[in-house]
């Protein structure tokens, strides 16, 4: 062991506060201030674009210039330094490549990323006196040449020797992939064979993404789940081969959230203060908000938010699906956010006036409202590589909605009924009944059980999603790469302030505070659902009778962990019987949906005991196993091959594994066909041209197959999701998920 301190060059295409267009520009501004707190000395690498705020770019200082050859090219690259926090940020210079108005989306993006990653490695013999770099942390496919470039350019330098690289994938959608010409012209490796083999994905492109996942010494992406999601066809976007290949160096680490900026108890921009010992600022800002959202003021309606990019990603075409259920049962929905689904969310803020709001904008300050004042924050995701808001939901106390996938999987422990333990509401498979579920769960909790649900949100404002964690998991990673570096955590000097304890709640037994309107009637079609919302919230309300709802350990502590979700999971109650006393035209898109069957199934087998379900989750797990086996079995045995299979599924919608995937394919194509009608029975005719976008969302959503089979085996529980999930076995998965997963991935962000 000697007593160097491991040094880290951390290059990402954009940081906080310099640059940022999205999570990117989030992890690369905080994650280095973790790792330093965490005993690292790290420099940033970052593009010096020309649209950096003076403040910043009047404090650099010039420490070095020399040129960077690419292709034939030979570049000038600068690199200017400026110090905050401890981080040392070098910027690296070329006008032409970055002095622009933005730092995506130009036609030469590919040459000049290639260049960014060449100066980034050619930067490593230019570091200020003293700083000798063990790790090269690079990050999204802006920086995936550099441990190409490192390997292939400088191995046999003394310097460079010792770098061990790390490849991080923030969003596995964008990969960068261009014309193979690029090869020779601009990166100047057509006449090396390794380098031209592992570049190409096809027999005309590179993918600059998938040679960093050959040529690195560790592979992360940024939560767990991800991790194994990206392993599979559906999430894996053509590079699923290689990263299950190499699954040895590949792990999954939590992003955090910066917990000073978002922290209830100092908070300059809610309505009042509140923390988890006094809950009471937290009232305040419900009414608060319901006011200046224009929603009733009163706290029977459990007031369910969402704080988002409109996008399929997050799930929208879930939530246009659900809206009038959800609306017209009695809780109330207030959206920000903006995208390709603003008609939809006016349209339902304008049916339902008083219960829902949409506020079609950008805006900081109003989503720490919304985050401080609701009760629920829903987040249905198609896919997340880690997701923040869920994160800060829970940090205010609202408890999050979520659909178990990616980083919402591992964030989110399920509400578990008969222990107290949970931090949210999930549900497995994308659809927009389960998610409608989901979401009266969490309200009838929120109606039925005061003690349970304020459990709850002490359970989720307890939990641990500081930097601190993740930094010290990066740490561990760097110190596998180079073990002869010990690694001493310095005094804790970035004080991360500790999320409250979570206070006693007395323990007594969950009686079920009654609820105001509900009767167990069933209620009959509705044609206009913006009735009275009381009226409605009785199809969400179960047979109380059924369930007494004990609770073991009313007080126990709840760790948002993996293990735990799972273990809940497997203890929760059947699905609720209102699965078979919803409206007409519900039932109609249920039938649609192909797992609504199973799910009515489990509304009447919701009293069987416990034993059979674990039996059941057991038998799942091993599917689940053997669905594992068979996937690897099928790989493609090269990358390219993998890339082209995805491509023709892409193209052609006809699954590739036909056979196998007949039954599931058949019952999308039913949901298609009469989902559509079912909402529209449902609908206002008036608004004609806003609910037909709505409508046919929602035969999307109705349609879209179930989740990967991991999904829903990992979900196992005796709900009528994990029948679902149990139902839609891993050949039932049609292909065409990926073409539709790959194309609105690919059309949300701007990078
Ligand atoms: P994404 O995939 O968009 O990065 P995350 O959940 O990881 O999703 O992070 C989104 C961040 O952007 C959160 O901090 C959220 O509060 C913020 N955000 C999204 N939309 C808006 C909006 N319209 N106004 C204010 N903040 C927003």
């Known amino acids: 062991m000697s007593d160097k301190k491991m040094q880290v060059v ?13 999570g990117l520009g989030d992890v690369a501004g905080s994650l280095p201030r973790a790792l330093v707190a965490a005993g690292a000395d790290v420099i940033v690498m970052v593009p010096k674009y020309g649209t950096i705020a003076s403040e910043y770019t009047d404090r650099m200082e010039h420490v070095a210039d020399f040129y960077v050859s690419l292709g034939w090219r030979n570049e000038y690259c600068g690199l200017e330094r400026l110090v905050i926090d401890g981080v040392t940020y070098l910027f690296i210079d070329n006008e032409r490549y970055f002095k622009r108005d933005y730092p995506y989306g130009f036609f030469d993006d590919g040459e000049r990323f290639a260049f960014f990653s060449k100066a980034v490695t050619e930067s490593l013999q230019h570091l200020p006196e003293g700083f000798q770099c063990d790790v090269l942390h690079c990050n999204d496919w802006h920086t995936a040449l550099a441990p190409v470039f490192l390997r292939e350019f400088y191995q046999g330098l003394p310097l460079y020797e010792r770098v061990k690289t790390v490849f991080s994938i923030h969003n596995i959608a964008f990969q960068g992939q261009y014309a193979d010409t690029i090869l ?3 990166l100047g490796m057509a006449h090396i064979p390794n380098a031209a083999r592992q570049l190409r994905c096809d027999e005309r492109s590179i993918n600059y993404m998938q040679g960093a996942l050959d040529y690195s ?21 053509g590079l699923d081969g290689i990263l299950r290949r190499r699954s040895n160096v590949l792990s999954g680490i939590l992003n955090g959230i910066d917990t000073d900026a978002w922290n209830p108890a100092t908070d300059p921009m809610i309505h009042a203060n509140y923390s988890a010992a006094d809950m009471s600022g937290k009232k305040a800002c419900k009414a608060a908000l319901q006011e200046e959202l224009g929603l009733e003021v009163r706290d029977d309606r459990p007031l369910m938010v969402m704080v988002t990019r409109l996008t399929r990603q997050k799930g929208m075409d879930l939530v246009t699906y659900a809206l009038d259920r959800i609306l017209s049962g009695g809780v109330q929905v207030a959206v920000l ?6 008609e939809p969310m006016r349209y339902f803020a304008n049916k339902y006036p008083g219960t829902c709001a949409a506020r079609i904008t950008f805006d900081n300050a109003l989503s720490h409202r919304m985050y401080a004042g609701a009760d629920m924050f829903l987040m249905p995701s198609l896919f997340e590589p880690c997701g923040l808001s869920q994160m800060i939901a829970m940090r205010y106390g609202t408890l999050p909605v979520v659909r178990e996938t990616g980083g919402l999987r591992d964030t989110v422990a399920p509400y578990n009924q008969f222990t107290g333990e949970g931090t949210g509401f999930t549900f497995a498979n994308f659809n927009g009944d389960e998610m409608g579920d989901a979401v009266f769960r969490g309200a009838r909790l929120y109606w039925d059980d005061h003690a349970a649900w304020d459990q709850l949100v002490q359970n989720a404002m307890a939990a641990d999603f500081s930097w601190v964690r993740s930094a010290d998991e990066y740490m561990n990673l760097y110190h596998n790469l180079h073990p002869e570096i010990d690694i001493t955590k310095p005094e804790p000097v970035v004080a991360e302030p500790e ?38 919230a009785k199809a969400e309300a179960p047979a109380k009778a059924e369930e007494p709802a004990p609770k073991a350990e009313p007080t126990k502590k709840t760790a948002a962990k993996k293990t ?6 497997a203890k929760k109650p059947a699905a609720r019987k ?12 249920a039938k649609a949906t192909a797992t609504k069957p199973a799910a009515s199934k489990a509304a009447v087998t919701k009293t069987t005991a416990a034993k059979a379900t674990a039996t059941k989750t057991t038998t799942k797990a091993t599917a689940s196993k053997a669905t594992a086996a068979k996937t690897t079995a099928k790989k493609p045995s090269t990358a390219s091959a993998t890339k082209t299979a995805t491509k023709s599924t892409t193209t052609k919608a006809a699954p590739a594994k036909a056979a196998a995937a007949k039954t599931a394919a058949d019952k999308p194509a039913t949901a298609a066909a009469t989902a559509p009608k079912a909402a529209a029975a449902k609908t206002a005719p008036a608004k004609a041209s806003t609910s037909k976008a709505a409508t046919s969302s929602a035969a999307k959503a109705t349609a879209k197959p179930a989740t990967p089979k991991a999904t829903a085996a990992k979900a196992a529980a005796p709900k009528a999701a994990a029948q ?7 050949a039932d998965k049609p292909a065409p998920k990926a073409k539709s997963v790959s194309a609105a991935k690919r059309t949300t962000r701007k990078r």
Not at 337 to 342: C, F, L, R, S
Not at 564 to 569: D, E, H, N
Not at 724 to 730: G, L, N, R, V
């Open 564 to 569: 735990t979700a799972s273990k809940t999971a």
């Open 217 to 237: 010494d560790a592979i992360t992406t940024v939560s767990p789940s991800y991790a194994w999601e990206i392993q599979t066809p559906e999430y894996g976007e």
């Open 578 to 589: 209102t699965a078979a006393t919803k409206s007409t035209a519900t039932k109609a898109a």
């Open 499 to 536: 999320p409250a304890e979570p206070t006693a709640v007395e323990a007594e037994p969950a009686a079920p505070a009654p609820e105001p309107t509900v009767t167990e009637a069933e209620p009959a079609p509705k044609t206009e659902p913006a009735a009275e919302p009381a009226d409605d």
């Open 724 to 730: 679902d999930s149990s139902a839609a076995t891993p």
């Open 337 to 342: 956010g903006t995208g390709d689904y603003e």
């Open 184 to 186: 020779n012209d601009i």
């Open 10 to 22: 951390f290059a990402s295409a954009e940081a906080a506060p310099f640059v940022k267009t999205g």
